[in-house]
């Protein structure tokens, strides 16, 4: 069964900072997946955050979070992380990791590119 499980979220202040992981089980090695973060607010569209290509040697961010978001893998644990730091109000919204198989990093900017979703984990920060 694919399943790409979020953790991670909560409420924090402005300025804090979380860490956010994603598990997944898919249909094949995990390694040879691209794996990205994306975000959705209310009432917006869903919308790209970070990526790391299935290589890993390459990441993709958005240019409102570049500088205060990281994201990386550990394929022995079948998981890819997103750190973030200096929060705004504005980073509130659900977060989804998603999977493709052999994507790279830049393709992963698509959503359609993404072939498998997460539930998401809500993350609110106060300002």
């Known amino acids: 069964q694919v399943q790409l499980v979020e953790s991670g979220g909560g409420l924090v202040q402005a300025g804090d900072s979380l860490r956010l992981s994603c598990t997944g089980s898919l249909e094949t090695s995990f390694e040879r997946y691209g794996m990205a973060w994306y975000r959705q607010a209310p009432g917006k569209e869903r919308e790209f955050v970070a990526a790391v290509g299935w290589s890993g040697d390459r990441t993709e961010y958005a240019d409102s979070v570049k500088g205060r978001f990281t994201t990386s893998r550990d394929n022995a644990k079948n998981t890819v992380y997103l750190q973030m730091d200096s929060l705004k109000s504005e980073d509130t919204a659900v977060y989804y990791c998603?999977?493709?198989?052999?994507?790279?990093?830049?393709?992963?900017?698509?959503?359609?590119?993404?072939?498998?979703w997460g539930q998401g984990t809500q993350v609110t920060v106060s300002s």
């Open positions: 998603g999977a493709s198989l052999s994507a790279p990093a830049q393709a992963l900017r698509l959503k359609y590119s993404i072939v498998y």
